[in-house]
């Protein structure tokens, strides 16, 4: 703590300005935008345990809020400087218990980036209290990417968490189709339930576009083997029997949209292994 007292007050000396009149880019010179950047501008005797403090510095004495700005370090043990460890658990604890509950994986303790992205936030806030995260705010941060990497991953969990708390507008979902194959062919109930299982499904996206294609595969199937079977509630399980055949037998280019350019009308084959 001392040792980052006497840092500041030496840069004031060396630029001739007091702390109080630094603009955001003068508190960040002092900063660095890594360790390896502070260490460069700052005393040899100044360890890696000033910069963290330095932090806290320019929070209260200068309004800083670019911590987006300064690189990888542990935004919760600032968070909890600041404002209280025990307020900032309790904050923490309460979006967990939210998506927990939803059974996302960000809720579990071993989690770092709900972590993360809230300790962000409220920094960014200059509250500790989710009441105080709008929906403006949340929209800003994503705009602006005004944090981390690890951050920006975790602020559409948490502001499904805080919106059901009832403190900003849940994130509008826009489907998004591009790069995800036209359900051209498709039966339009099962196209339905294709739709409603990618908007829904706890996959990670890339997952679900590899799987949609395939659903949408399958819907072409149904139009030339079974037209009467337009509905996932109406298979039985001969009909399942049935694809799992048509898939033993299929060929590559069968039931698609596109032209297949490579081994167009020869047997699926799976994917060879990459030798570990």
């Known amino acids: 703590m001392h040792d980052a007292v006497a840092v500041l007050l030496l840069h004031c000396a060396a630029t001739g300005r007091s702390y109080w009149d630094w603009t955001g880019q003068e508190w960040l010179d002092l900063l660095g ?15 890696e345990t000033v910069r963290p403090f330095l932090y806290a510095h320019a929070y209260h004495l200068g309004e800083f809020r670019d911590f987006h700005r300064l ?6 043990t600032l968070a909890g400087r600041i404002f209280g ?5 309790s904050e923490l604890d309460r979006v967990r218990s939210v998506l927990t509950r939803w059974g996302y ?12 992205a809230t300790s962000q936030i409220l920094l960014l806030n200059r509250s500790p209290h989710l009441e105080g995260l ?3 705010l949340f929209t800003r941060a994503r705009q602006e990417s005004l944090n981390t990497e690890d951050g920006l991953r975790g602020l559409h969990p948490l502001q499904r968490a805080v919106a059901a708390l009832g403190f900003c507008d849940p994130l509008s979902m ?3 189709t591009r790069g995800l194959g036209k359900a051209t062919g498709v039966p339009e109930p099962w196209a339905k339930w294709v739709q409603r299982w990618f908007d829904t499904s706890t996959l990670a996206r ?3 576009r590899h799987h949609r294609p395939i659903l949408h595969k399958t819907g072409r199937w149904l139009t030339t083997e079974h037209p009467r079977i337009a509905d996932p509630t109406a298979w039985t399980r001969q009909t399942c029997a049935s694809w799992v055949a048509a898939v033993d037998r299929m060929n590559v280019g069968d039931y698609v949209v596109r032209a297949v350019s490579s081994g167009h009308g020869q047997p699926l084959r799976p994917a060879p292994r990459t030798p570990t």
Do not use: C, E, M
Request: hydrophobic share 30%.
């Open 33 to 47: 935008q890594d360790h390896a950047a502070f260490q460069r501008s700052a005393p040899r005797w100044a360890d």
């Open 71 to 76: 690189g990888r370090f542990n935004r919760l």
């Open 85 to 89: 460890k025990t307020l900032v658990t």
């Open 105 to 116: 994986r960000y809720g579990q303790d071993h989690d770092k980036t709900i972590p993360a």
């Open 134 to 136: 709008t929906t403006d």
């Open 174 to 176: 826009v489907p998004a």
């Open 206 to 208: 890339s997952v679900r």
